[in-house]
């Protein structure tokens, strides 16, 4: 029957044995210093002083102190700003819903309606196919061609167009 091989319990040949626990942590009487100290060396090294747990300049303390008598207790000011993002606000021929940067409200657009490129492209093409007494002008009172504008209700202010051409 076959065995593991023998387990060795020696050390390198031509090398000090390593150092014991107690003789690694220094407390061998014969050297207090550690094994790894110089001989010369006749007092045994102080141990580190104790720390302490310093917070980062911009950290509050974990408990907040109490105030001192005679000191005024203040409360730091929040303010809030309220930012409205309007994604993907599409300007067409129908009234929409925006936020009017003029008097932050939240409102339905008033529309105008006002004569374009397109309207003026449509009178000249009628009147080159032979309408010139008077059906070139049915282009003028048709909304569907006109360009829009878009106009806030409260303060008039322009939010936005739509250009046909």
Request: proline letters at 17%.
């Amino acid at each position: 029957m076959a065995s593991a091989p023998p387990v060795e319990t020696g050390t390198l040949v031509g090398y000090p044995p390593p150092p014991s626990y107690d003789e690694a942590l220094g407390s061998n009487p014969m050297n207090p210093a550690g094994p790894y100290a110089p001989a010369d060396m006749k007092a045994p090294v102080p141990p580190y002083p104790p720390q302490t747990y310093n917070h980062h300049p911009y950290q509050q303390p974990p408990y907040p102190t109490p105030p001192q008598q005679g000191q005024p207790v203040t409360t730091p000011v929040v303010s809030v700003q309220t930012v409205y993002v309007q994604p993907g606000l599409i300007f067409g021929d129908v009234p929409v819903q925006a936020n009017c940067p003029v008097c932050q409200q939240n409102v339905i657009t008033r529309l105008e309606h006002t004569s374009g490129a397109l309207v003026w492209l449509s009178c000249a093409g009628l009147a080159i196919f032979g309408c010139i007494y008077g059906c070139c002008l049915i282009p003028f009172c048709l909304d569907n061609l006109k360009d829009v504008t878009h106009y806030c209700p409260n303060c008039s202010s322009v939010l936005g167009s739509h250009r046909r051409i």
